[in-house]
């Protein structure tokens, strides 16, 4: 969307945050310091700016620079939450909200039934990320929010409450897009929980450790990773499978993803840089040949 021309905002949750979204929990989650939340708000905006210049300058090499460069906006919801008190929310949107639906969800009827059962601040969660894509539709024009598919209620919350409140949502009415967690070809989840997780942040990953964690990606992933994680072309993505699967002894597909995923997290050269520094290391490059002009 953005190398298309769209304009896109990010919202980093520093109100929501402070309450905990119950999606994918059995337990609550706990309470975090202000100092440790403010500390992960700011980590989180650093990544996400890293993440939209790197990705636009990869989409602009693989595609030509876009006639129309959408407009990239950083936003944080503590900044209107914060002025928000109890009592005006009640009596504006309150009479909005549906509780039936809110019961419904999985994430919520799940944790009524078990031992555990839900606090009151995770209930609502739901409502302030309701409320949060109302705002962002009323002040900034956001028609379409995207998220993981564990964030589905949430957004359609958001739906539901635009069009009983907004009197402009029948012209352009707001949409959700959501996409599935990922997985490997045997249904093993990726993450911290699994022990296979992967960081965008320099300081945890460096785009050496970005190229070689797609590097060993088995034969089994790696058609569908290209397709996910890379901007090349469906019909250049099969030739290279296609080859591959031929001489998969040669990892041609894997070289590609890892050189891709580099450049979209970390940047142009990045992916050649570390495929250098990867071929020396492990002895396919004979490093007395290989000039300080093949790492540019």
């Not at 809110?102 to 990320?129: A, I, K, P």
């Amino acid at each position: 969307f953005y190398g298309r021309g769209h304009d896109v905002v990010s919202l980093v949750g520093g109100a929501t945050g402070r309450v905990g979204d119950p999606s994918g929990r059995s337990t609550d989650r706990n309470a975090m310091a202000s100092a440790v939340l403010l500390d992960i708000i700011t980590r989180i905006n650093g990544q996400l700016r890293q993440f939209f210049e790197n990705g636009l300058r990869y989409y602009q090499n693989r595609n030509g620079a876009t006639s129309s460069k959408g407009k990239w906006t950083q936003v944080d919801n503590y900044d209107w939450w914060k002025d928000v008190s109890m009592l005006e929310f009640l009596a504006k949107y309150g009479r909005h909200i549906r509780i039936q639906s809110m019961l419904s969800r999985d994430s919520v009827s799940n944790r009524l039934s078990s031992s555990e059962g839900l606090g009151f601040n995770e209930f609502t969660y739901q409502v302030l990320q309701a409320y949060d894509f109302y705002h962002l539709y009323k002040e900034r024009g956001v028609t379409v929010q995207v998220g993981g598919n564990d964030q589905w209620g949430n957004i359609t919350a958001g739906i539901d409450l635009i069009n009983r409140v907004s009197s402009d949502s029948h012209k352009c009415p707001p949409m959700g897009l959501t996409v599935p967690l990922l997985t490997t070809a045997s249904g093993e989840k990726f993450g911290k929980s699994a022990g296979n997780a992967v960081f965008i942040d320099p300081e945890l990953n460096t785009a050496y450790d970005i190229y070689q964690f797609f590097y060993n990606t088995p034969d089994a992933d790696v058609s569908r990773f290209l397709k996910i994680f890379t901007l090349l072309p469906l019909d250049d993505i099969e030739s290279i499978v296609e080859k591959h699967l031929k001489t998969p002894h040669l990892r041609a597909a894997q070289k590609l993803l890892a050189a891709e995923v580099t450049e979209l997290l970390h940047g142009p050269g990045s992916g050649k840089e570390s495929g250098i520094i990867s071929d020396i290391i492990f002895g396919d490059t004979d490093v007395l040949k290989t000039s300080s002009a093949d790492s540019m």
